[in-house]
């Protein structure tokens, strides 16, 4: 079946400029991930969504970083006033509720800010 | 505050012998242990959890992995390593005493495997 979504692959954008990346989780998986992954790092985590429940944003970096996830479904991170620390990876995940569940990544989109 | 070590960035194993890569952890309460897989320019994939009962876990690819309580430890193991099990691993936990649903992830260990 299908697996989680992200789009687009790559973006470059100018320091500066706001970019929204997207996230098209599995049919029927109530939680939504969002991590960061900059090169040669681990995975940060940045925000997590649970159904109706207000979202975890604990990992958000700064308050140019938010997220929505509309319709208990697609979500999509935002990032206003890139700035060069921003690049990395950007890595989604889903999974079924239960906290015993493993999450199914997406391929991540690979941002570069110039 | 729950925490994961993999103490090796890397690991170089021949083809044909046996590896481990190692994870400890840190929780408060009782944990639930993933290990995720990553190759080139794709995301993570699943390997296997612990969750409960036996402490060695079977998954995918012939990978098992041995959870010591003791020793706060989930290394992960194959008998035959092949060169096409060469990536980048991550260990990851979740502690469940505490509610927290995020997973808190090693900081990843490549395996590179020779013929």
């Known amino acids: 079946g299908a697996g989680v979504s992200q789009s687009p692959s790559n973006k470059v954008t100018e320091k500066g400029k706001d970019v929204e990346l997207r996230c098209d989780p599995i049919?029927?998986?109530?939680?939504l991930y969002w991590y960061r992954q900059s090169l040669g790092q681990g995975l940060e985590f940045l925000i997590y969504?649970?159904?109706?429940?207000?979202?975890?944003k604990s990992g958000l970096p700064s308050d140019r970083f938010s997220a929505e996830r509309t319709g208990g479904s697609v979500s999509t991170l935002t990032i206003q006033r890139t700035q060069q620390e921003d690049s990395a990876v950007y890595l989604c995940?889903?999974?079924?509720?239960?906290?015993?569940?493993?999450?199914?990544f997406g391929d991540g989109t690979r941002l570069s800010i110039l | 505050a729950q925490s994961v070590a993999q103490p090796e960035d890397q690991v170089n194993v021949a083809e044909g012998n046996p590896l481990t890569v190692k994870c400890t952890y840190s929780?408060?309460?009782?944990?639930?242990l993933f290990w995720y897989v990553q190759y080139p320019n794709r995301g993570l994939q699943f390997l296997l959890k612990?969750?409960?009962?036996?402490?060695l876990v079977k998954g995918s690819y012939g990978f098992e992995a041995e959870f010591n309580k003791s020793q706060t430890s989930f290394h992960l193991k194959k008998p035959s390593a092949l060169v096409s099990d060469s990536a980048l691993y991550f260990c990851?936990?979740?502690?469940?005493?505490?509610?927290?649903?995020?997973?808190?992830f090693g900081t990843g260990t490549r395996l590179l495997v020779s013929p």
């Open positions: 049919s029927g998986h109530t939680a």
């Open positions: 612990y969750i409960t009962g036996d402490n």
């Open positions: 995940a889903s999974s079924p509720e239960g906290s015993n569940q493993p999450q199914h």
């Open positions: 990851a936990v979740r502690d469940v005493s505490t509610g927290f649903q995020k997973l808190v």
């Open positions: 969504f649970q159904g109706n429940s207000a979202p975890d």
């Open positions: 929780v408060s309460g009782n944990p639930y």
